[in-house]
């Protein structure tokens, strides 16, 4: 079992917390539960004598019995069961069990379990979590946020269920993602589960086999879109001004169009970004600048292939070009390095379906007409033989989508390939990290979405890296929140994508994994939210003082998950 020392630290003192709450109603909150772990006056005192077993357990027994009968479970699937019923049971046996086997467990409340997990919600619903908004409420959005139980919240992470991972419209299913990602706000960031809300806006799914199925728990309609849908949203976000003015709110697997527009529409009203958009560039760029530290070729001289040019893939390329124009060379020789490659091929300027924002990273079409081989399009595999690139980045969700020929003809011209085959869930990705180290003869730098084991080559294990948005959204959430922050600003991702860069084991060690441990993920997530607090102050983003103030509101916003003494709280004589 591996204990970070954040994980194993105690507050340093047991101030006894109030509650009103007894007998079945105290056991039945996951928030103020502890099973066995109350004490025996504690039992006296709130009327649980004979609703528990008469052991008197601590929170390290119950860890080591909550892992054993989670191994013994069949499948990933069966185990992101076992976990989301112990979540809704127990919250802070479930972040104290997570936060002490991060690498074990993080794939089975996360990517890739959650994207199983989001297709068979229907199944294991059972009880509330975070809030489902469907379309036949609108009317009642203010009165829903109004309840009492929602006073502490301080972060939402919203989807409408469109574009799960790489598994598209999943409906109200898709409310495993807000879950799983609030989950990792407080395992990974230390954000307190009071503060975190994960909502649902359940417009409808045109998924047929979610509405034709008998077990659905969504709304059975297909999605309202146009003028219905934007009214809807905005109903929610002018709802959630209204109730918290000072709120993060993270967008998460809208469709492309919508989550770019959706962002643009807000960004600039309250305190919100796009973790597909944002959170994927940032990390992406990062995972990016360790591999150069191996490579040695600078940033402006890398040849950029992105493929999957929608709303992620533009992200990566906004915050790659930004780092080039930041050392100084112009936004012409910037855009040069990047070869954008979508569903009809490179993307030229008078390509087919090419979208204004695509345009900025567009080829001329007489640049590289001789480029193409045989049909309409020029493929990924002419743009391998022409471009030469040294960096191929997927965001697709096109399975295979990297091809033998394609990568064995980038492994020609480069002689430590950067292939980042990011999309998610594993059944999604662009290609298996055996199939790249293979056909690149052990060569390759490899990063994936989701976790894979190191893959033998000639006597030696290539390790995989995992440039997953869990590395920079709980700190970049942590930052805002600490900082009290009003917009979250370009900057301010940068600094999160920078920080993530800086702590790279590659700076020492150029054979070292591309990313540090996930098991220290906590103390990344401080540093990230300390970089971010300080970027927002310098952006004048930033509702405190100065960073000595900082430092007070990282404390004070970071929860650990251990047990404290509970006293009955005694309502006043009047």
């Known amino acids: 079992m591996q204990t970070s020392p954040e994980a194993s630290r105690k507050p340093a003192t047991q101030k006894a ?4 709450l007894s007998g079945y109603a105290l056991i039945n909150s996951p928030r103020l539960n502890k099973g066995t772990a109350f004490t025996d006056s504690e039992r006296d005192e709130f009327h649980l004598h004979g609703l528990l077993p008469p052991h008197v357990g601590t929170l390290t027994e119950q860890i080591e019995r909550r892992l054993q009968a989670l191994r013994e479970q069949p499948t990933s699937f069966h185990k992101y069961t076992f976990l989301r019923d112990l979540q809704d049971a127990n919250e802070t046996l479930f972040y104290a069990l997570l936060l002490q086997n991060i690498e074990e467990i993080l794939p089975l409340v996360y990517t890739p379990t959650v994207g199983e997990g989001c297709q068979r919600f229907s199944e294991i619903w059972r009880k509330p979590r975070g809030l489902f908004l469907s379309y036949p409420n609108k009317d009642r959005i203010e009165q ?11 972060c939402i992470v919203v989807s409408d269920g469109e574009r799960i991972l790489g598994l598209g419209d999943q409906g109200a299913g898709g409310m495993g993602i807000p879950i799983g990602k609030m989950a990792l706000y407080t395992a990974l960031g230390g954000i307190h589960p009071e503060h975190c809300l994960p909502v649902m806006l359940d417009v409808g799914t045109d998924n047929e086999e979610r509405l034709n199925s008998p077990i659905y728990i969504g709304w059975r309609h297909h999605r309202i879109r146009g003028e219905e849908y934007d009214a809807f949203v905005d109903t929610f976000v002018k709802s959630v001004k209204k109730r ?15 989550a770019a527009r959706l962002l643009a529409r807000y960004r600039s009203q309250l305190c919100t970004f796009n973790d597909d958009i944002q959170g994927t560039a940032a990390v992406a760029a990062a995972t990016l600048l360790s591999a150069i530290l191996v490579t040695g070729l600078p940033l402006a001289e890398q040849r950029i292939v992105i493929f999957g040019f929608g709303t992620a893939g533009i992200g990566i390329a906004n915050i790659l070009m930004q780092l080039m124009l930041d050392e100084g060379i112009s936004k012409e020789a910037a855009r040069s390095c990047f070869y954008p490659v979508d569903r009809c091929g490179l993307i030229t300027e008078d390509g087919k379906d090419v979208r204004p924002e695509q345009l900025p990273f567009a080829h001329a079409q007489e640049e590289v007409r001789a480029w193409k081989s045989s049909g309409e399009d020029i493929s990924l595999l002419d743009v391998m033989r022409h471009a030469k690139p040294t960096v191929l980045i997927g965001v697709s969700g096109q399975c295979g989508a990297f091809t033998q020929e394609a990568v064995r003809e980038m492994a020609r011209h480069t002689p430590r390939p950067i292939i980042f085959a990011l999309s998610n869930p594993t059944s999604c990705s662009e290609a298996t990290p055996h199939d790249l180290v293979n056909w690149t003869e052990g060569r390759a730098l490899i990063g994936t979405g989701s976790p894979f084991e190191p893959v033998a080559f000639n006597g030696r294990k290539v390790t995989i890296a995992q440039p997953n948005n869990s590395y920079i959204f709980p700190g970049l959430a942590l930052g805002i929140v600490a900082s009290k922050a009003r917009h979250v600003t370009d900057t301010m991702i940068m600094a999160a994508a920078k920080e993530l860069a800086r702590l790279v084991p590659t700076h020492n060690d150029k054979n070292a994994n591309l990313l540090p441990s996930l098991s220290d993920s906590r103390h990344l997530s401080r540093l990230i939210a300390r970089a971010v607090g300080k970027r927002a102050l310098q952006d004048g983003e930033a509702q405190i003082a100065d960073e000595e103030m900082l430092e007070r509101e990282l404390e004070a916003n970071i929860w650990e998950p251990v047990y404290v003494p509970y006293k009955l709280a005694r309502t006043n004589p009047k």
């Open 17 to 20: 917390r109030n509650i009103s």
């Open 144 to 154: 829903i946020l109004s309840h009492s139980h929602f006073d502490g919240v301080k």
């Open 244 to 258: 918290w003015p000072h709120v993060l709110l993270q967008w998460e697997d809208f469709a492309g169009l919508n």
